[in-house]
């Protein structure tokens, strides 16, 4: 079994604004692995530090435990997956200054941002598959990164397709 950590927000669905009132049904369907936010009204954040065989089972298994617990909520976010300079930077234990002089070492190669602004964002699986084909950074990225970040990827992008439909 792999250890993941990630994060998943929610939106409650049926017009209750608090949602400290499901920190219990949340306990009890599995989502006793999370740190629970409740921070936002209307929306309801869970950091997991899940055990799995794979990413896609962690992921999936949990949006299905918080599901079971409030049934009428609507996924927002899975994470990480949208990152900015100072994400990547933290995520690989470095300054900001040392990322942006990596981002123009090789902008031929460098994945697009699906945002460019202030700050520019990209997926980090594009920007970690990049470090590992120019040679940066493999040796200090999790594996388990690697994978989460292609799985919560895939989640936002079809969560954003069904939103258009």
Partial sequence: MKEFDFELIFKLADGKQDSS???DALFENGCDDATISAGQLGMISLSFTREALNASEAIESAISDVKKAIPSVKLVEASPDIVSISD?????GHSRQYTRK??????TSLPAPIHIGNPSIWHLSEVLNWLKSIGKQES????????LSYITKQIN???????CK
């Fill in 21 to 23: 009132e499901y920190l």
């Fill in 88 to 92: 990547i930077s933290s995520i690989l």
């Fill in 102 to 107: 990596l981002f123009n070492s090789d902008t």
């Fill in 140 to 147: 200090r990225i999790n594996e388990n990164l690697f994978e």
């Fill in 157 to 163: 992008i079809k969560r954003q397709l069904e939103a």
